[in-house]
């Protein structure tokens, strides 16, 4: 987020950019772990941009970035810049990026599994995909779910008669999305969240019998000793803080070498 009034490190104009408290911690978190795994010299893709909120940010902080959406914002800030349709094969070169952060995005599209598996081709071997979406899989989702039929960050039915590029239409629950990237080359690395509301506490008491409903129901689909495991460590992952009681998953996804 940048002040009025002040310049960029390159000589640009700030702007004024006040994202919401939630959006904002999800920017500070991605760009923390970005931080951690790669120096300033690392080619990174921002995808969906967006208004350019975190492509600033790493312009700022002298990543090479370059941004994408499906239109160019007039606040997308002067770096390479890329119209394109995430449903779409991505106008990239194989191993072309060390690291794609992709921000609250794939719940908009229609072929999620698609995106992840282009990502993981023009991701360098050891690379990562940043990735973050509204975390359906927490208890407070859950039990929306429960009584209503709808969760968290998708609390009423879409309008059907006019379908709008903020809908989600495909939320993803944890178990989802690991399958999407470790059936794509991906290997979780880290599993965060960018903020515990203190309404999601309130559901904590339902914790424990949540582990033993998933302990029960999960250990009866083993297929083999490989898949026994499997479902240990997602059920481990799935009984984390951030999965129970974050409001966004916020998940590192490194390539094989």
């Known amino acids: 987020m940048t002040a009025q009034g002040k310049t960029h490190q390159h000589g640009r104009p700030a702007r004024t950019v006040f994202p919401r408290a939630g959006m904002q911690r999800t920017y500070d978190t991605v760009f923390a772990l970005l931080r951690a795994s790669y120096s300033p010299s690392a080619e990174a893709l921002d995808i969906p941009c967006g208004i350019g909120v975190f492509t600033e940010r790493l312009l700022d902080a002298r990543y090479n970035v370059i941004a994408a959406d499906l239109a160019k914002h007039p606040d997308v800030p002067d770096v390479p810049f890329h119209i394109l349709d995430m449903d779409k094969p991505l106008p990239f070169e194989t191993d072309a990026f060390d690291a794609v ?10 072929r999620p599994f698609d995106f992840i598996k282009e990502c993981r081709r023009i991701i360098r071997p050891g690379g990562r995909l940043f990735i973050t979406t509204p975390n359906i ?16 960050k998708c609390k009423h039915p879409l309008e059907e008669s006019a379908p709008a590029l903020r809908h989600h239409i495909n939320m993803l629950s944890f178990p989802s999305l690991r399958y999407m990237l ?28 949540q582990y033993l409903a998933t302990r029960l129901a999960l250990g009866r689909g083993a297929k083999n000793q490989e898949h026994r495991e499997q479902i240990a460590e997602t059920r481990k992952q799935m009984m984390s803080l951030p999965i129970l009681f974050g409001e966004t998953m916020v998940v590192v996804a490194k390539t094989a070498k």
Do not use: K, M
């Open 182 to 209: 470790h059936t794509n080359g991906f290997r979780i690395e880290t599993i965060t969240t960018n903020r515990i509301r203190p309404i999601n506490w309130l559901y904590a008491p339902w914790a424990p019998v």
């Open 137 to 152: 899989s927490s208890l407070r989702s859950r039990w929306r779910w429960l009584l209503t039929g709808f969760h968290s």
């Open 101 to 110: 952060c992709s921000i609250e995005g794939i719940e908009h599209i229609r």
